[in-house]
Nanobody
């Protein structure tokens, strides 16, 4: 069974940091990975993505300069380091693994709450 498991979410004060992890039960070598988030009453939106090699990354304008994405293919894990968190970053964060030849997979999500 192919699984993606997100972890690292929680409650943090504004200005704080969290590091999310997305760990796969399968090799991620051939997958681009994206982080998405969905706040209550809003549509799911893309936050950041990283190519299969890790050589290319992209970020939504709302998180540029605050979030960093990285991957460790040896550990089948992708990380999202979130700094200078704001209340508007509150959402359920999901990771997605996408491969043209191997399909598309979603994790179950992890809650991030930014509040004082």
């Amino acid at each position: 069974q192919l699984q993606l498991v997100e972890s690292g979410g929680g409650l943090v004060q504004p200005g704080g940091s969290l590091r999310l992890s997305c760990t796969a039960s399968f090799t991620l070598d051939y997958y681009a990975i994206g982080w998405f988030r969905q706040a209550p009453g809003k549509e799911r939106e893309g936050v950041s993505c990283i190519s299969s090699s890790g050589g290319t990354t992209n970020f939504a304008d709302s998180v540029k300069g605050r979030f960093t994405i990285s991957r460790d293919n040896a550990k089948n894990t992708v990380y999202l380091l979130m700094n200078s968190l704001k209340p508007e970053d509150t959402a359920v964060y999901y990771c997605n693994a996408d491969s043209r030849w191997r399909g598309n997979h979603w994790g179950q999500g992890t809650q991030v709450t930014v509040s004082s």
